[in-house]
C-alpha cells in the first residue's frame, strides 16, 4: 500500500524526499512499476521514440586531476599517454559521418587547462562544423576557465558535459581531492551562460556515499537549466585508489535514472555502458527505466582503447549491432 501511494504520489508530481528516497530502494514489482511510470513519462514527451545514437572519441587521456576513483588520472599506470592527431580526428568523423550515418559525437578527453590543447580542440570543432554543419559535437574535457569554454563555444561545439559525480561537498573532495563541488557548480553556470547545451551527472555508489546522498543529488540537478543527465554505476578500476572496493549498486542506479525521467522529464538521458559492465543486460535496463541515448564506442582508434579505461580496462564498449539490439528489444527507434 505505502509502495502504490508513493507510484501515485509521483504520478501526481509529489517529489517528497522520503517518497525519493523509498522509491531509489525498490525491487521486484515495484522497480517494474516505476520503470513503466518513467517509460510512459518518456514517450509523452519523445513522441518519435527514437533514441539518441553517439559516437565517441576519446581524443586524449592526458589528465591533471587526481581522482580516486579514475584510473586515467594524473598518477595513474597506463601504456601509453596520447593525443590523437587533428587529421586523425578529421579522418574519423569522415568515416562515422559517411560510413555510419552518425550526426551525434561527443569529444572526451583527460583534463587539460593547456591553451595550446584548448587551441587544438576548438581548431578541430571549427573545421568539423565548416565541413558538416548537421553534426551535432559535444564535448566532455573538465573544468575549463569561462574564457576557454567561450572559446569553444565560439569554434561551434553545441554541448558539453560536465558530471558533477555527488552534490555533498565533503563526499566530493574525497573522491576529488585536488578539486572542490564550489568549482563545478561554477563551470556547469558558465556553460549556461554561453549557451552550451548542458549535461550533468552521478555517480552510485562511491566508497562514503549514502542514500540521502542520492536522493540530494536528485534535487540538486533542479538547480540547473539542463538538455541531458546521466547516472554512472561506481566500479573499483583496476590501478585506481579505490580499486579495492565494492561495485555500486546497479538498482538505486537505475531506480536512479527512472527517478530523472520522473521529475526532469525532457531530458535527453544516456544508458551508459558502465551498467552493462556491472551486470549483463545493464544497458538495456537503462533504456527500459527510461533513458533515450546511447554511445557507441566507434570513434577511439582501436590500437588506443586500452589506453582510455575510465573505470575498467575490462570495460564494456558497445558496438553498433549491440546498440540496435537493445534498442529493438526496448520498442524504441534507432537513429
Not at 305 to 330: D, G, H, L, Q
Request: proline share 4%; glycine share 6%; net charge positive.
Amino acid at each position: 500500500m505505502i509502495n502504490r501511494t508513493i507510484l501515485q504520489s509521483l504520478t501526481e508530481g509529489n517529489f517528497k524526499k522520503d517518497f525519493i528516497r523509498k522509491a531509489l530502494l525498490f525491487k521486484g514489482l515495484q522497480q517494474k512499476q516505476l520503470f513503466k511510470l518513467a517509460r510512459d513519462k518518456r514517450k509523452e514527451y519523445f513522441l518519435s521514440r527514437v533514441v539518441e545514437v553517439r559516437s565517441v572519441i576519446e581524443i586524449s587521456n592526458i589528465c591533471r586531476r587526481k581522482c580516486n576513483f579514475c584510473n586515467i588520472n594524473f598518477h595513474a599506470k597506463i601504456p601509453q599517454r596520447y593525443t590523437l592527431k587533428y587529421t586523425e580526428i578529421i579522418k574519423i568523423i569522415e568515416y562515422i559521418y559517411y560510413k555510419k550515418n552518425r550526426r551525434v559525437v561527443l569529444l572526451q578527453s583527460g583534463e587539460n587547462r593547456s591553451q595550446a590543447y584548448i587551441d587544438f580542440v576548438a581548431k578541430c570543432v571549427r573545421n568539423i562544423k565548416r565541413k558538416f554543419n548537421d553534426i551535432i559535437i559535444i564535448l566532455s574535457l573538465g573544468n575549463l576557465a569561462r574564457n576557454q569554454y567561450t572559446q569553444l563555444r565560439d569554434s561551434g561545439a553545441d554541448r558539453y558535459i560536465l558530471k558533477f559525480e555527488t552534490s555533498t561537498p565533503k563526499l566530493y573532495k574525497q573522491i576529488k581531492p585536488d578539486d572542490s563541488l564550489e568549482e563545478r557548480v561554477r563551470c556547469i553556470r558558465q556553460l549556461s551562460e554561453l549557451g552550451f547545451e548542458v549535461g550533468i551527472g552521478n555517480i552510485i555508489g562511491p566508497p562514503g556515499q549514502t542514500i540521502d546522498d542520492v536522493v540530494n543529488d536528485l534535487f540538486f540537478m533542479g538547480n540547473f537549466k539542463l538538455t541531458m543527465a546521466s547516472c554512472s554505476v561506481f566500479f573499483p578500476g583496476e590501478n585506481s585508489n579505490y580499486q579495492n572496493k565494492p561495485v555500486g549498486d546497479i538498482d538505486i542506479a537505475l531506480n536512479y535514472m527512472a527517478l530523472m525521467r520522473i521529475m526532469y522529464p525532457g531530458m535527453l538521458i544516456p544508458s551508459t555502458s558502465s551498467l552493462e559492465r556491472v551486470k549483463k543486460g545493464g544497458q538495456y535496463l537503462g533504456l527500459a527505466a527510461g533513458a533515450n541515448a546511447v554511445t557507441i564506442h566507434d570513434g577511439t582508434p582501436r590500437e588506443l582503447k586500452k589506453n582510455f579505461p575510465i573505470y575498467s580496462v575490462k570495460r564494456f564498449t558497445p558496438c553498433e549491432k549491440f546498440i540496435k539490439n537493445i534498442i529493438t528489444k526496448a520498442r524504441l527507434r534507432f537513429r
